[in-house]
């Protein structure tokens, strides 16, 4: 029988940069000079497995100065509360006496631990202090972290060797021991009971059952009766070496308190879990040498504290988090900005990939009332990669509704793409941006001799853009404008997202996919077709665009809406891509078509939605009755922009086939085979999705 004493070992934490940035935020706006309250915090462990020969330390970030511990990052792990307490000055911080700090601010340990509220709360054993020094001019903040517990303990040994949980359970109760560890909250994680009885059979519960086990069991000591199931005080341990952590000294603590008889009498069964892979837990066997309860429980309450962490360099004292090279306002800017989303992802949707989100690279072809509310959404998002597409300048006319310009931008008739950019860096200073000035050519637009080489690089720009963007916004200020990026989009099979707007309407779409090798017709009776069967913006059309800027009046060439109707399509615009980005079959994922059908039950093993529910195919609103209806157009055969042929002659004669298609009246209607199904008698059967409604415009 083994008979070694048993050693503890210490904690470590770590602070991430954002809790001094967040800190000092706080010092200089609610703090102030403050320096006798304490600042209450949350920390976590995390559950990850850990490098060999390391501790797991504990993590403070931007979010431990949260008061709900649900609105933090620590959620995700094995949470710790803690105290703070910040001087003013260098000098006051050199003054503070440890001991006496830990003895006074650690009170805190003894008393749950006495008073039993650590036996249905036990992360109240697992409290950490921090005292502090922030020097705020040089971003140099010293800080000494401790985690307190009684110094005076009964002589503790080894009973038996220590040996991995895999060697003592079963498969079949790792599984479950996996299982009910996961399943426990932040909280509970610290300090839990493991019941187990034969082959089989294996319960993990709170720490309060295994204590009132323990008071049953020294209750019927020397009785002919047995106790049937095997008792283990699991606890989280941040530490990998061969001796537990720092955590089992308050843990045996509280059951030298509450059940000293237990603990003098028989084998403490201890389980440590050092990760989410529980298997690798080590089940330690301990015996406490006999000593007398009212000295122990004496030594235990009126003793001093011990627990602080050793510095950087191993020695007793404080650490220094010197962030003067690191703490750049835009850096710290991203973390914070990024920070709604993760709560999302935390609280609300714990599926959401956001790295697929962060990582898209977003084309957004005309900077106007649309552009510039898709912008702002796409930065709320998180999306860092934008490309802002516009041949025009700002005007006076433009700075109350389009949210990106201000009045000198307009007083210097600056570019859009260029004045956009500007004001986004200015939002978001690290994102990668760029602009373009660039003319989209149009059919109906005749291109003459004098523009053939500008157009020609423009379409050659424009090609590039498209391939080199994974998601491409249409609002554009013309239907015409919106032909050539969609072509290119159906030949490059590139995510694209159209917006358009009327007085008080506006439609928003994604368009289908497309392969060269089916030229087949979708069923119309399918009213939730996929992505390969979904129409374009021009599907709906029996014939094709031209100049709809000829002979009509400035108020017909601008497109008139009412004020709001931008920001809601734009805000759709992007839902719509993110819905997309989450779905299972992204962009080739069945039209969400009903609110009223099945589909629209937010079930888990619903094949039509994603983590951001279902994904339509065009949403169409209205302010006037305040409706909004998601519609289905089918792909279509002849469309003049996304059908076979017109892909096929794009790909064989590049810009020669874009010249035509601007020069040559009714050049796409032939090539589609549009012409000849128009000398059709039965021409109805034909447009089974002709829109009847008015043109929708953004300008």
Not at 98 to 121: L, V
Not at 497 to 504: K, P, R
Not at 671 to 698: F, H, N, P, Q, R
């Amino acid at each position: 029988m083994s008979s070694e004493i048993i050693k503890f070992t210490k904690l470590k934490t770590v602070t991430d940069p954002t809790f001094w940035a967040k800190f000092a935020e706080l010092k200089i706006d609610k703090l102030k000079l403050d320096e006798k309250s304490e600042i209450h915090l949350w920390g976590s462990f995390s559950l990850k497995p850990m490098n060999e020969g390391r501790i797991n330390p504990l993590t403070l970030d931007c979010t431990s100065f949260n008061e709900d511990l649900e609105t933090t990052s620590h959620n995700a792990g094995v949470a710790c509360y803690g105290y703070m307490v910040n001087t003013n000055t260098y000098e006051a911080f050199r003054q503070i006496n440890p001991e006496k700090f830990i003895d006074t601010m650690g009170k805190c340990i003894i008393n749950s631990i006495t008073d039993g509220s650590a036996i249905k709360e036990p992360w109240r054993l697992s409290v950490f202090l921090i005292f502090a020094f922030s020097d705020l001019k040089k971003y140099r903040f010293h800080y000494w972290a401790a985690h307190p517990t009684p110094f005076s303990l009964p002589e503790i040994y080894l009973a038996q060797s220590s040996k991995f949980a895999s060697s003592e359970f079963t498969s079949s109760q790792i599984d479950k021991l996996h299982t009910s560890f996961l399943q426990l909250d932040a909280k509970s994680r610290n300090f839990f009971t493991i019941f187990a009885s034969g082959k089989d059979d294996l319960i993990v519960d709170t720490l309060s059952k295994g204590i009132e086990n323990a008071k049953f069991t020294q209750s019927v000591q020397g009785d002919s009766r047995k106790i049937k199931d095997e008792v283990y005080f699991a606890f989280y341990d941040p530490c990998i070496n061969a001796e537990p952590g720092w955590p089992l000294r308050n843990l045996l603590c509280l059951l030298l308190w509450h059940c000293p008889v237990y603990c003098f009498t028989r084998h403490i069964k201890v389980l440590s879990i050092r990760n989410d892979k529980v298997q690798s837990a080590v089940i330690y066997t301990l015996r406490i040498k006999d000593k007398d309860t009212e000295t122990m429980r004496e030594a235990i309450s009126k003793g001093h504290l011990v627990g602080w962490e050793a510095n950087a360099n191993g020695k007793m004292g404080p650490n220094i988090a010197d962030l003067s090279n690191i703490m750049n306002p835009a850096k710290l800017s991203d973390k914070a900005i990024n920070l709604n989303l993760k709560l999302m992802k935390w609280r609300l949707v714990p599926d959401l990939d956001l790295e697929k989100i962060s990582s898209l690279r977003c084309l957004l072809l005309g900077v106007g009332t649309l552009g510039c509310s898709v912008a702002r959404v796409l930065l709320g998002w998180g999306i860092n990669n934008m490309t802002l597409v516009d041949s025009s300048t700002v005007s006076h006319s433009n700075t109350v509704r389009q949210s990106l310009y201000t009045h000198e931008d307009a007083v210097q008739r600056r570019y859009k793409a260029h004045a956009a950019k500007d004001a986004l860096l200015k939002i978001r200073p690290t994102m990668n941006v760029e602009s373009a000035v660039l003319h989209i050519p149009m059919p109906g637009h005749v291109v003459g001799q004098s523009m053939m080489e500008s157009t020609k690089e423009a379409v050659s720009k424009l090609q590039e853009l498209v391939n080199s963007h994974d998601v491409v916004f249409l609002l554009l200020d013309s239907r015409e404008a919106r032909w050539l990026p969609t072509l290119l989009c159906a030949a490059m099979n590139k995510i694209a997202i159209n917006a358009a707007l009327g007085f008080d309407a506006y439609t928003v779409q994604r368009h289908g996919t497309r392969n060269l090798s089916d030229s087949s017709t979708p069923d119309l009776k399918i009213q939730n077709p996929s992505g390969p069967n979904l129409g374009c913006y021009f599907c709906n059309d029996v014939t094709q665009p031209g100049n709809s800027q000829t002979d009509r009046t400035l108020d017909q060439q601008c497109t008139v809406s009412r004020p709001g109707l931008s920001q809601i399509a734009a805000g759709l615009a992007v839902e719509l891509l993110m819905a997309i980005t989450q779905h299972p079959q992204g962009i080739s994922a069945r039209a969400f078509v009903s609110y009223d059908s099945d589909d629209s039950k937010k079930t888990t093993d619903n094949p039509s939605l994603g983590s951001l529910g279902g994904v339509p195919h065009t949403i169409r609103g209205f302010l006037w009755n305040h409706e909004m209806k998601l519609t289905v157009t089918h792909k279509f055969a002849f469309c003049t922009a996304c059908s076979i042929p017109l892909i096929k002659e794009y790909q064989q004669r590049g810009f020669a086939f874009v010249l035509d298609a601007c020069n040559v009246p009714n050049y796409l209607e032939r090539l589609s085979g549009l012409e000849e199904v128009l000398k059709k008698a039965e021409l109805d059967k034909i447009c089974y999705t002709m829109d009847t409604s008015s043109e929708d415009e953004e300008t």
